[in-house]
């Protein structure tokens, strides 16, 4: 059974770091293009970051680029999200992504 379970969310000042981590069963996240996603009370939920299958290619949203990096570590099953120089709009429930399954999502909050 396939599984996503998103950690590392928190409150954090404009301009700090977080880092997010999605942990998955069920399969090899080695051999699926795993994406980042984010969500704000009213709007639609917007793509954030991807990375191949091969970790060859990654892709941001304009909104993130710079600031986010997506990573994988194929030991661990996990994909990571490291999110710097945090602004206020970034503030959302985060969502990790594979093919059609979703975990239930970590908050971050950007505030002073």
């Known amino acids: 059974q396939v599984q996503l379970v998103e950690s590392g969310g928190g409150l954090v000042q404009p301009g700090g770091s977080l880092r997010l981590s999605c942990a998955a069963s069920?399969?090899?996240?080695?051999?699926?293009?795993m994406s980042w996603y984010r969500q704000t009370p009213g709007k639609e939920r917007e793509f954030v970051a991807s990375?191949?299958?091969?970790?060859?290619?990654?892709n941001y949203a304009d909104s993130v680029k710079g600031r986010f990096t997506i990573s994988r570590d194929n030991a661990k099953n996990t994909v990571e999200l490291q999110m710097n120089r945090l602004k206020p709009e970034d503030t959302a429930l985060y969502y990790c992504?594979?093919?059609?399954?979703w975990g239930q999502g970590t908050q971050v909050t950007v505030s002073s």
């Open positions: 990375i191949s299958i091969l970790g060859s290619f990654t």
């Open positions: 069920g399969f090899a996240v080695s051999r699926r293009t």
């Open positions: 992504k594979s093919m059609t399954d």
